[in-house]
């Protein structure tokens, strides 16, 4: 099966800047709205994700990125180390960690058990990784959606649409038409960390800003925001490390 997102990345990837001797594709995005240039490096693809305003900006935006490759070199190695998804590795699940088994005689469901603390993911080992980021975003999805719906209950909000998605920059939004969007990777956090997550977003259908009365909204339905808010800050980028497959990764990366 060809995948899309894949098909998208290689069309874009026309570029590519040698750090450290390794070649690291540079996506560029021409945004009318943005101000300036963009740059972002994705250690983990690796890529170097480049936005500037206009289609004629384009030489000069890889100059700009060309300036910052010391930074751009940094960030990379800055990465935290994978974490595929494969059978004897440990992830957390709503934080609680748990060891991935491969099960080939159960036909393609997912198992999870306690004590210890196992998933077991049934079908073919070749699919194993794919299997078990799906069957993880249909986790988040359901329980981000039942908190949801009880902080939306306790505010007196109508419900909305809640997506799940693998966004890179914000854990959570909320659209002025009032959708709802989570990455899925806070599955793996502490139920405290995602609940903190969605009361946030849920106090935006009341209050479409970061006043006072928004903290006020978001702390009458979670007591540990701030605690949520800096374990986010310590651990947040090793979220996106789960279920990053080994290959061409790292390593080669030597500041
Ligand atoms: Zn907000």
Redesign the pocket.
């Known amino acids: 099966m060809i995948d899309g997102h894949h098909m998208k990345i290689s069309a874009t990837a026309m570029h590519v800047m040698v750090v450290n001797g390794r070649e690291i594709p540079v996506d560029i995005r021409v945004n009318r709205r943005a101000r300036r240039y963009i740059l972002k490096v994705d250690p983990f693809r690796p890529a170097i994700l480049l936005t500037c305003p206009s289609q004629r900006q384009k030489k000069a935006a890889l100059a700009f990125a060309g300036e910052r490759r010391d930074w751009i070199a940094q960030q990379l190695s800055e990465a935290p180390a994978p974490q595929p998804f494969v059978p004897g590795a440990r992830i957390p699940v709503r934080g609680i960690a748990h060891e991935i088994v491969s099960d080939p005689e159960r036909r393609r469901s997912i198992e999870v058990s306690t004590c210890p603390s196992r998933i077991i993911v049934g079908g073919d080992r070749t699919h194993l990784d794919r299997r078990l980021k799906d069957w993880l975003r249909r986790e988040a999805r359901k329980e981000f959606a039942d908190h949801a719906d009880v902080f939306c209950t306790q505010l007196g909000v109508d419900r909305r649409r809640i997506s799940v998605r693998d966004t890179k920059t914000r854990w959570?939004?909320?659209s002025s038409g009032g959708t709802i969007s989570f990455s899925w990777r806070l599955i793996f956090t502490p139920q405290f960390v995602y609940k903190y997550v969605i009361a946030?977003?849920v106090?935006?259908l009341r209050h479409m800003?970061?006043s006072a009365a928004?903290w006020q909204t978001v702390d009458s339905l979670v007591e540990d925001r701030e605690e949520a808010e800096s374990w986010l800050k310590v651990n947040g980028t090793e979220l996106y490390a789960y279920g990053v497959r080994h290959s061409g990764q790292r390593g080669a990366v030597a500041a």
């Open positions: 959570g939004s909320c946030h977003e106090a935006h800003n970061h928004f």
